[in-house]
């Protein structure tokens, strides 16, 4: 074979190498499989959309090489948009409370969570895997009302109907979650018995729900204004509350106190869903996996004072003091969790009855 024959052979092989070195991302590159595509996600608002809007949705972008669009809402929004696209879904991930799940499930809105794609699943404390692995907690809260710290603090739930709070009380819009725990307050005082009874007679609850109103100052959906109206003296109390919308709040000087009623408290829980005949499924899951790892669990956790759903997260000593975590002191805070598979049914009429209590 003649040098020049050799030289040319030479050359062949170089371009044929970086033929195939271009062609070679997405088998020998780590995620290379997700390049350049994009996922939708419905996150919730407030401190922890900010938290995956700065601290998780990056990273994730960066290490995929994808896209990644948040939009931020509450259950019920998130659901009416499952149930508007579910033809055409643009949403492959969506999170939503745990009364959402049976919903969404049972509306054939949501898949069966891939736990070969999701390994962090593992770690989840069992409680918090709902409807057969169709959704799964990734933050914990507790759920009471709170107050100006020149008031005197709430020692039970009761106290929201006292007379020193007339047109003091800004209480959460009944479309939001803690409506509900608020209706199951009043039927326990009513009927004298435990909440979670209580809970399967919510009926009974209504004229005493009616007595509040005197002191119902304005509903609201907005925590931060609310907070600021609270920390101001426009208000005495407000709520219920969520921890992990509220907490934040008060790390950084506002003058609130979440109220610990002698009753115990509700648990606010955030679950994460994929969505039915979600467009990128398996980038849903590797996003679900990304929520339900230790590094984002602790540093939510740090970020919006609510617990890990998950097993051996080291919390900093500020944060394990103030959340509910791990599951033994869950236990002891007497954390309540309604049965939604019998409230959800029940959810449109105690909706409609809430408007005409607090809107007329």
Request: proline content about 7%; aromatic content about 10%.
């Amino acid at each position: 074979m003649t040098e020049k024959t050799v030289s040319k052979s030479a050359g062949l092989n170089r371009r044929g190498l970086a033929a195939a070195t271009l062609a070679a991302p997405l088998f020998y590159v780590q995620n290379g499989w997700a390049q350049g595509k994009s996922l939708y996600v419905g996150t919730y608002s407030g401190v922890q959309g900010e938290y995956f809007r700065r601290n998780v949705i990056p990273r994730f972008q960066t290490d995929f090489n994808c896209r990644v669009f948040q939009r931020e809402g509450v259950t019920l929004g998130q659901i009416a948009i499952l149930r508007t696209e579910k033809a055409r879904p643009s949403y492959s991930v969506m999170m939503m409370d745990d009364l959402g799940i049976p919903i969404a499930k049972n509306e054939n809105l949501i898949d069966e969570l891939p736990a070969a794609k999701i390994p962090n699943l593992e770690k989840v404390f069992p409680a918090f895997r709902y409807s057969e692995n169709y959704g799964v907690a990734f933050a914990i809260s507790t759920v009471t009302p709170f107050t100006n710290t020149a008031v005197p603090p709430l020692e039970s739930f009761a106290d929201l109907w006292n007379p020193r709070f007339r047109g003091r009380f800004m209480m959460i819009n009944p479309r939001l979650t803690q409506s509900v725990h608020l209706l199951a307050i009043a039927t326990s005082l009513v009927t004298g018995k435990p909440v979670l009874e209580a809970q399967y007679e919510m009926d009974k609850g209504w004229d005493k729900m009616a007595e509040l109103k005197a002191n119902v100052q304005t509903l609201y959906d907005n925590t931060g204004a609310t907070v600021l109206q609270v920390s101001q003296g426009q208000a005495d109390v407000a709520g219920p509350e969520w921890s992990k919308g509220l907490v934040p709040y008060i790390m950084r000087g506002a003058p609130v106190v979440q109220s610990r009623p002698s009753e115990g408290s509700f648990a606010g829980v955030n679950c994460v869903t994929l969505v039915k005949g979600a467009p990128e499924p398996d980038l849903g899951a590797a996003f679900i996996d990304r929520i339900l790892s230790p590094a984002v669990q602790k540093g939510l956790a740090e970020a919006t004072y609510a617990a890990p759903s998950v097993t051996g997260i080291d919390l900093a000593a500020q944060v394990a003091s103030v959340v509910p975590y791990p599951e033994s002191r869950m236990r002891d805070l007497r954390l309540y969790v309604l049965d939604w598979n019998h409230i959800n049914p029940l959810r449109g009429a105690i909706l409609e009855r809430f408007n005409q209590v607090f809107g007329s």
